[in-house]
């Protein structure tokens, strides 16, 4: 089992940036693949980016537009997620999960964080 914290959310300003962290313990996080995600109040869980196992490989959702950039520290069995120029619509509660490599599909992770909130607004 690996058990996943995520922090880094609050409020910031459309515009703004804030930095996400996912830290896993329990087992080593070189062996998962990793993803985020995020869901809005009375919407669907929605796929925002994922990370392969080395790094090497990362994939994003349409609606990032190049504003948001996976990364990981496997030394540090951390997994980041860097956000530039926020907007209201980027306001949900934000998660990581794992599972043996990358997905798109929230279905397909096996481990799940608890979330952090991101709201964006003046």
């Known amino acids: 089992q690996v058990q996943l914290v995520e922090s880094g959310g609050g409020l910031v300003q459309p515009g703004g940036s804030l930095r996400l962290s996912c830290a896993a313990s329990?087992?080593?996080?070189?062996?998962?693949?990793m993803g985020w995600f995020r869901q809005a109040p009375g919407k669907e869980r929605e796929f925002v980016a994922t990370?392969?196992?080395?790094?090497?490989?990362?994939y994003y959702g349409d609606f990032v537009k190049g504003r948001f950039t996976i990364s990981r520290d496997n030394a540090k069995n951390t997994v980041y997620l860097q956000m530039n120029s926020l907007n209201a619509e980027d306001t949900a509660v934000y998660y990581c999960?794992?599972?043996?490599?990358?997905?798109?599909?929230?279905?397909?992770?096996?481990?799940w964080g608890q979330g952090t909130q991101v709201t964006v607004s003046s």
């Open positions: 999960a794992a599972r043996g490599g990358t997905s798109r599909y929230a279905r397909s992770y096996d481990y």
């Open positions: 329990g087992r080593t996080l070189s062996n998962y693949g």
């Open positions: 990370i392969s196992r080395s790094g090497r490989y990362t």
